[in-house]
């Protein structure tokens, strides 16, 4: 049987699965989304915040060229965090009963989307925060399903704003 079985791994190719998790492990958590929201709001911040200096030397005008390329990757990495973990949630852990018992689940989801696609797009504080409100929002809903009482706390990062976690 072994030989068989190493016949046919040398002569298909492998290839390396990802997956965030289709088994399923049961192991899910809102919380890298809204940290991602928090991070796309600062590096929005810090974007809107760089000024630069057209007359400044030539050498002075890439550091703020680099710092702002720098802001604007990690604002549009995080998007895209988002995007990824509410997407797991939403295809992989939510069953019908929950969208039967949360009906606006999807369309918070695309909404989700839609935000993050902006937040990539554009440089607006506003999209920003209403991207965070919308991911806690879906925090809640998640928090909701699992019979555990959600609340929001203050976070720490200098975004301000809150966190929703279990209670």
């Known amino acids: 049987m072994s030989k068989i079985l190493d016949f046919f791994i040398k002569i298909l190719p492998l290839k390396t699965a990802y997956a965030h998790c289709d088994i399923p492990c049961g192991i899910y958590d809102p919380h890298l989304a809204q940290l991602a ?20 030397p030539i050498e002075e005008r890439k ?12 604002k549009e990495e995080h998007a895209e965090i988002i995007k990824y973990e509410v997407r797991v949630i ?18 918070l989801v695309f909404k989700i989307m839609k935000s993050a696609s902006k937040a990539k797009q ?46």
């Open 90 to 107: 939403w295809g992989d852990y939510f069953k019908p009963e929950h969208v039967k018992d949360n009906p606006e689940l999807h369309e």
């Open 37 to 56: 929201a928090h991070t796309v709001i600062r590096m929005t911040s810090l974007i809107n915040d760089v000024k630069i200096d057209t007359n400044a």
């Open 122 to 167: 554009e440089i607006n504080t506003e999209n920003a925060n209403e991207l965070l409100s919308a991911v806690q929002q879906f925090a809640e809903i998640f928090w909701k399903t699992k019979n555990r009482e959600s609340v929001h706390i203050a976070s720490s990062y200098p975004t301000g704003g809150e966190i929703v976690i279990p209670k």
């Open 63 to 74: 550091k703020f060229i680099h710092q702002l390329s720098r802001y604007t990757k990690a």
